[in-house]
């Protein structure tokens, strides 16, 4: 059986993307993977939140701070596997053979290691999720799959491109 791996960010292209991935494993009588990737970034600016929470400077790098950005975190992380496993039982009850994964990592690698691990015929993931800011400071996901995967990529645009 062929594997297929979309790689989903929550963002507004997440529908699309979905659609196209589910409309191929439908047509290739593959398996869906769906892959969302929690970065570093996500704690990072639960951190952040810990911190300006905080009501003065006396209070912020306490160690209540860092118990309150790993409770966000945790949080957020919660919130996402939530998600994954909604959307893939949504696709399940349409028939396909889906199954979400939700990863910490940088995630261009993380995409790139599980479509190698999986024997993955193709990725399908958005043409962007964030704005420009991020993509000049930290890359974009898609230019680096792209440059790097060793099988067919699919990129779904946004519907602002």
Not at 33 to 44: F, G, P, R
Not at 85 to 101: H, I, P, V, W, Y
Request: one cysteine or more.
């Amino acid at each position: 059986m062929e594997q297929l791996l979309a790689a989903v960010d929550f963002s507004r292209n997440t529908d699309a993307v979905l659609q196209q991935a589910a409309d191929l494993a439908k047509a290739l009588n593959a398996k869906l993977w769906i892959l969302h990737v929690t970065s570093d970034e996500t704690q990072a600016m639960a951190y952040e939140s810990a911190q300006f929470s905080a009501y003065a400077p006396e209070f912020i790098n306490m160690p209540g701070d860092v118990q309150l950005a790993r409770d966000l975190s945790a949080e957020e992380f919660k919130r996402e596997h939530g998600q994954l496993l909604n959307l893939s039982a949504t696709l399940r009850e349409k028939g396909l053979d889906a199954q979400a994964m939700l990863l910490k990592g940088d995630a261009a690698k993380l995409i790139l290691e599980k479509a190698a691990d999986l024997q993955a015929e193709i990725i399908i993931l958005g043409s962007h999720g964030h704005g420009l800011l991020h993509k000049a400071l930290l890359g974009s996901v898609s230019e680096a799959v792209i440059h790097h995967a060793r099988c067919n990529v699919l990129i779904v645009p946004s519907s602002s491109d």
